[in-house]
């Protein structure tokens, strides 16, 4: 066909037929008005309902010199045979000195719908098909910012001679609008779950599924009378009911055919919420899509669902197994996470270089022992931008199989954790600390001479204890507050104790530190007695040894909980697939934040040393010589040195950034504030913790496990001790620490002490 486009070369079309079922038959149209084309043509459609026909004059320019006359013509064809409309369309007169005379035919059922409604609200085009006679009816002028493609068709003499003669005479060229090809909109077909003789299923268990879907999505329950590997026999459950089906074996095949089937029922079907079909397997079916497209869907979510969907009101542990098992299937089993771990770590080397990763198995029965990875961003974030500190921690994993997770992580300038190293351990002992904490000191080994000197912070329990004495030698070690006042905690069950507790593991002064311990004193003296046996040193601000830059606890769990617990329950494989992405997603959005910082020092930094410089306008200084400085407040006179970056309230040793009384030195002096802060505080240290990429793995069906080089003989087994019912809980219990609620604290009416009632009081009368 020759093709003339009136609007740069652009089509617009309208379909004009829709079927039934969805499918499309797409036929061109234009509609019965005058339209706007965009480029000042103008199709004036005449409808001429008298001998349904419709005359379009079309007067446009296409930059030739002659004019086109064009005519519509909708014919009907021999109505008792059924046959459908046709939209015929001629081309004769072109006034240009040549003919076209060819005709198309487009066939439109008279028993199918002529109007797409969606395309006539689309386009602001309205058809209307009238009854026996088969007229159209165009209506409405529109302007059209489409267009339109013209396509001429040649007709032969013969054929116009044909077509003049009848009742449609069509005396213009005719113009054919090229249509995109438009997809089907049926719905996706739903299982009607009917049954029937002679249905065939694949085996007995696709038998089964098919019945339990059945009678769940028409609300009825089944009593299994006969299953076996040849027969299968179900009824209604309601007594009386006459529903019964009876599926037996074809010979020499798997597959089973229903033989009889009575399918009418007399019962009211179900009369309650729930269903006996519904198992967990059945529920595991039902969302399994659901859990791939969102893993971290909760229980509940999956019941209302469910409820929703099917009105079946199931249990809450239905649900979670049902979840469990399709986890399973898409996290990989158990087992097979450790048989993985000698590629997985040989993966982790290979994407991430200069990581340390290492895995260790029983020499005799080949079962897991120890792992411990450390990503080459990390050592080299903390050795360059994080503070000198360093907590150790752990979590016990919650999975199918018993053992531990080890953590080391430092804080970077603004605060946050920063994670340094993991280790998973078969079990929690002293050896296996001692290993964790050598091959942390292996990571560090080449760069010690440079670092300052580290504080570890940890529960000090004998293995932590004998570990950083033997591989970190001039670190100071000291008490994670955490632990030690969980420990206060279960001891004397006394919120207003384990408060004061804090306060005095908090105060900077050593005479803030023994009004604190009076005061605990006051209100129980085994308290007292039992804090005073601990060395201060360890554990109290006013006396530590270390720098802890405010910093009093190392627990870990708590400042990346949830994630790492939800973490805790996944195969090894997946849990540290999850650690890695959390930290590659940390890393990235962290050095994506700082490149916006415009201050000199970090934003919290920046905040502190604003507010002492805010508050330091208040004091009086008093200078000594070039280094040393008095500073008079209405607390009390404190002595300043800049040389030596201390203050008498302790608060720039402890924080590591300059105090009010600093401050107010400083400024004394005209000297820069920011240049007296420690220098993990700025900006670009922070940065430079953050500057190396941990990279992605790839997926476990892209590794060769045929060219592995450090571990291709090992086989590694899970460990042997499996984690026995019930079901771990995954929520951290949390202390009474200074962070959580205040509970009340309750008295005796007979001896007026606190912690016990008057039915426990066991003071004489």
């Known amino acids: 066909m020759e093709n003339r486009d009136l609007v740069n070369g652009s089509s617009h079309s309208f379909p004009l037929v829709k079927q039934e079922y969805g499918f499309f038959q797409n036929h061109e149209f234009i509609s019965s008005e005058t339209h706007d084309l965009g480029h000042g043509n103008s199709l004036p459609l005449e409808d001429n309902h008298d001998h349904l026909g419709l005359d379009v004059d079309h007067e446009h320019d296409l930059g030739v010199a002659h004019d086109h006359n064009h005519h519509l013509t909708i014919s009907q064809i021999d109505e008792e045979n059924m046959s459908p409309l046709q939209l015929v369309t001629r081309d004769y007169d072109h006034g240009d000195g040549y003919s076209h005379e060819d005709e198309v035919v487009t066939n439109l059922s008279s028993t199918e719908e002529v109007v797409d409604k969606d395309n006539v609200e689309d386009h602001d085009l309205q058809l209307v098909a009238t009854d026996e006679n088969h007229k159209l009816d165009l209506s409405d002028a529109h302007n059209y910012d489409g267009s339109l493609d013209l396509h001429h068709v040649n007709h032969t003499q013969e054929e116009t001679d044909m077509v003049s003669g009848s009742e449609f005479e069509v005396q213009e060229p005719e ?71 009876h599926a037996a074996k074809l010979p ?32 595991a079916n039902s969302v399994e899509q659901q859990l791939r497209e969102n893993p971290n869907c909760k229980p509940k979510e999956i019941l209302e669902e469910i409820h929703r969907v099917h009105g079946i009101a199931l249990t809450y542990k239905q649900a979670w197994r049902g979840k469990e098992r399709i986890m399973a299937t898409v996290r990989g089993s158990f087992e097979e996470g450790y048989r993985l771990l000698p590629q997985y770590v040989e993966q982790i080397q290979r994407t991430n270089p200069g990581s340390i990763a290492v895995v260790y198995g029983n020499s005799e029965d080949g079962c897991f022992q120890r792992l411990f990875v450390s990503f080459q961003a990390s050592i080299y974030g903390f050795l360059n931008g994080c503070r000198p500190l360093l907590g150790l921690d752990r979590i016990a994993l919650k999975s199918k199989y018993l053992g531990t997770l080890l953590l080391a ?14 280790g998973v351990i078969d079990e929690e002992c002293d050896d296996n600390w001692m290993w964790f904490l050598s091959e942390l000191h292996n ?41 030690l006042s969980e420990s206060f905690r279960k001891e004397f069950n006394n919120t207003m104790l384990v ?84 930290l590659m997603t940390w890393f990235n959005e962290r050095r994506e934040v700082s490149m916006r910082w415009t201050s000199t020092l970090v934003p919290n930094a920046e905040r502190q040393v604003a507010e002492a410089i805010e508050q330091a306008r208040a004091y009086q200084v ?45 400024i004394s002096c005209r000297q820069n504030v920011h240049r007296f802060t420690e220098n993990c505080f700025t900006v670009a240290t922070y940065r430079k913790a953050y500057s190396q990429t941990i990279h992605p793995i790839p997926d476990k069906t892209l590794w060769n496990e045929g060219n592995t080089s450090n571990f291709s003989g090992i086989i590694m087994n899970p460990p042997k ?45």
Not at 224 to 237: E, H, I, L, Y
Not at 451 to 475: C, H, W, Y
């Open 443 to 483: 990571l560090l080994e080449l760069n010690t001479e440079n670092m300052p000197r580290l504080t570890i912070l940890s529960d000090r329990q004998k293995g932590i204890v004998d570990g950083v004495e033997a591989n970190f030698p001039t670190a100071f070690h000291g008490f994670c507050m955490r632990h």
């Open 409 to 422: 992580a430092g804080f970077d300038g603004d605060g946050a954790l920063f994670p340094l190293a993991f």
């Open 622 to 666: 008093l200078r000594a010589n070039e280094a040393e400085f008095e500073v008079i407040s209405h607390e009390g006179n404190n002595i300043v040195d800049i040389r030596n970056r201390c203050c008498l309230c302790h608060g720039w040793q402890a924080y590591g950034l300059p105090c009010a009384h600093a401050v107010a030195a400083l």
């Open 252 to 283: 020499g095949v798997p597959t089973f055919s229903i033989r009889t089937l009575n399918n009418n029922h007399t019962c009211d079907g179900l009369t309650h919420l729930g269903h006996q079909q519904a198992t967990v397997e059945w529920v």
């Open 175 to 245: 113009l054919i609008y090229s249509a995109p090809i438009l997809q089907s909109r049926c719905l996706v077909p739903v299982p009607t779950h009917e049954l029937h003789v002679g249905q065939e299923f694949s085996d007995v268990q696709s038998c089964r599924r098919a019945l339990r879907d059945a009678a769940i999505a028409l609300h009825f329950e089944i009593q299994t009378v006969k299953s076996d590997k040849t027969r299968f026999t179900a009824k209604c459950v309601n007594e009386g009911c006459p529903w019964r089906i």
């Open 721 to 765: 001790s499996l984690r026995p019912p019930p079901r771990p809980r995954k929520k951290r219990v949390r202390p009474e620490d200074h962070r959580g609620p205040v509970k009340r604290v309750v008295h005796c009416s007979r001896c007026n002490q606190t912690g016990h009632f008057r039915t426990t009081c066991a003071a004489p009368i």
């Open 499 to 582: 408060n004061l507790f804090w306060e005095a593991a908090r105060a900077l002064t050593v005479i803030e530190y023994e009004t604190k311990i009076l005061e605990i004193e006051e209100i129980s003296a085994d308290a007292a007695y039992w804090i005073r046996r601990l060395p201060p040193r360890l554990w109290a601000t006013a006396y530590f040894e270390g720098t802890r830059f405010s910093h009093l606890t190392a627990s870990m769990a708590e400042s990346v909980s949830p994630w790492i617990l939800e973490a805790s329950t996944l195969p090894i494989v997946q849990m540290m697939e999850n650690i890695r992405r959390q």
